[in-house]
């Protein structure tokens, strides 16, 4: 994706926070303050979606739980996009949740189809290559 530079004043203290990310995942300065303004942009215009660190990378989660957003919507795409039965398929998470789920995948379609497509085509054999933990132990 193109770039534009643009000078900005940053406070010396987050400064140091985006200077130590850096240095923990060995990332250029200028990729990861892009990646945090991004995140930042999309968790303004999606309000309870937040993105964390996991196995594979930062995702988009929906806030308070460790579900990512892929995950709600292959369900919601599974049960033919019905709001009652997402909500019995997870039914501990409330309404508001699911709906901020669905507006962030209507928002930023091509991400989370992406997601959804990679997961759909994980066979046995990768997962327990890159996750062996996950995978029986009789293998």
Same mark, same amino acid.
């Given at each position: 994706?193109?770039?534009?530079?643009?000078?900005?004043?940053?406070?010396?203290?987050?400064?140091?926070?985006?200077?130590?990310?850096?240095?923990? +995942?060995?990332?250029?300065?200028?990729?990861?303050? @892009?990646?945090?303004?991004?995140? =930042?942009?999309?968790?303004?215009?999606?309000?309870?979606? &937040?993105?964390? %660190?996991?196995? +594979?990378?930062?995702? =988009?989660?929906? =806030?308070? +739980?460790?579900?990512? &957003?892929?995950?709600?919507?292959?369900?919601?795409?599974? &049960?033919?996009?019905? &709001?009652?039965?997402? /909500?019995?398929?997870? $039914?501990?998470?409330?309404?508001? /949740?699911?709906?901020? =789920?669905?507006?962030?995948?209507?928002?930023?379609?091509?991400?989370?189809?992406?997601?959804?497509? /990679? @997961? %759909?085509?994980?066979?046995?054999?990768?997962? $327990?290559?890159? $996750?062996?933990?996950?995978?029986?132990?009789?293998?």
């Amino acid at each position: 994706m193109p770039t534009v530079q643009k000078s900005i004043r940053i406070q010396e203290k987050t400064l140091k926070e985006i200077e130590q990310i850096a240095r923990d +995942t060995g990332k250029e300065f200028s990729v990861v303050t @892009n990646e945090l303004l991004d995140e =930042a942009v999309r968790m303004q215009r999606c309000p309870d979606i &937040v993105f964390t %660190e996991g196995t +594979t990378g930062r995702r =988009a989660r929906v =806030a308070g +739980t460790g579900i990512e &957003v892929w995950e709600v919507i292959a369900t919601y795409k599974g &049960v033919d996009e019905d &709001v009652n039965r997402l /909500q019995k398929a997870y $039914h501990w998470l409330s309404e508001q /949740q699911l709906r901020s =789920a669905i507006g962030y995948y209507k928002t930023y379609p091509e991400e989370i189809d992406l997601l959804i497509k /990679q @997961n %759909e085509g994980l066979t046995e054999d990768q997962v $327990h290559k890159r $996750h062996p933990f996950l995978t029986r132990a009789n293998r």
